[in-house]
């Protein structure tokens, strides 16, 4: 079936070193990615969003990489915070039935060690 | 930025009884309006896509009868669960969008969330 799902679950990193959190998707029709942060109890923070003619996005501290040869999508946030640490998830957006859905992917929690 | 807000934050209730969650966009028209279901340590699962005025679609495998689900103005959406049951105790979380072609700015609330004993 359709799917959008993430490589790892959970990654650890120092602070101060970069972070590199990965997606796959398997939805060829989607035209438009987004990544969302979550922090515990809170809704989900939109981080970064990119369109499926481009390859490369930079935002703040972030970049989104977007590979449609392999269907991977990657998140890299430089320079890692402790206020980093969250649940990161990977969305794509099709259109289904008239409407435009957004699908999430199954998380990453990021850990920030001090 | 576009703001939007869930009322209530956190509710209990007991089994058998029905709970209404309120979504509301405070500085724009929100068009379209998604609910979304999230239990712990899970993603979130588009419940239902509702259009101001007209009735909400829902995803494959959730009840239109259990969870409804009311647009009635471009700034508030409603969420009643009814019959509640402990299964149904979950994080509840809508977004908006303002325009019903584009779901490029999805802006989404703080959730709620809903523990039935």
């Known amino acids: 079936g359709e799917s959008v799902g993430l490589h790892l679950p959970t990654l650890s990193v120092q602070e101060g070193d970069n972070s590199i959190i990965n997606c796959a998707y398997s939805?060829?029709?989607?035209?438009?990615f987004i990544w969302y942060k979550q922090e515990s109890g809170k809704g989900p923070q939109f981080i970064i969003d990119i369109r499926s003619n481009m390859d490369k996005r930079q935002g703040q501290r972030v970049t989104v990489l977007l590979n449609k040869t392999v269907k991977h999508l990657s998140l890299q946030i430089a320079a890692t915070q402790p206020g980093d640490s969250a649940v990161y998830f990977c969305?794509?957006?099709?259109?289904?039935?008239?409407?435009?859905?957004?699908?999430f992917g199954t998380g990453t929690k990021l850990q920030v060690i001090p | 930025g576009a703001v939007v807000s869930q009322h209530p934050s956190w509710v209990i209730c007991k089994s058998g009884t029905s709970v209404k969650i309120e979504c509301r966009s405070l500085d724009f028209q929100a068009t379209t309006m998604f609910w979304y279901r999230q239990f712990p340590k899970q993603s979130l699962m588009l419940m239902a896509t509702s259009n101001e005025g007209s009735k909400a679609t829902y995803e494959q495998g959730v009840e239109k009868d259990k969870f409804l689900i009311n647009h009635a103005s471009l700034t508030l959406s409603t969420l009643t669960v009814t019959s509640a049951h402990p299964e149904d105790s979950s994080f509840y979380i809508c977004?908006?969008?303002?325009?019903?072609?584009?779901?490029?700015?999805?802006?989404f609330g703080p959730g709620t969330r809903l523990t039935v004993l």
């Open positions: 939805n060829s029709a989607s035209d438009y």
């Open positions: 969305a794509e957006r099709r259109s289904s039935g008239g409407y435009q859905k957004v699908t």
């Open positions: 977004s908006a969008g303002a325009s019903r072609i584009s779901t490029d700015t999805q802006y």
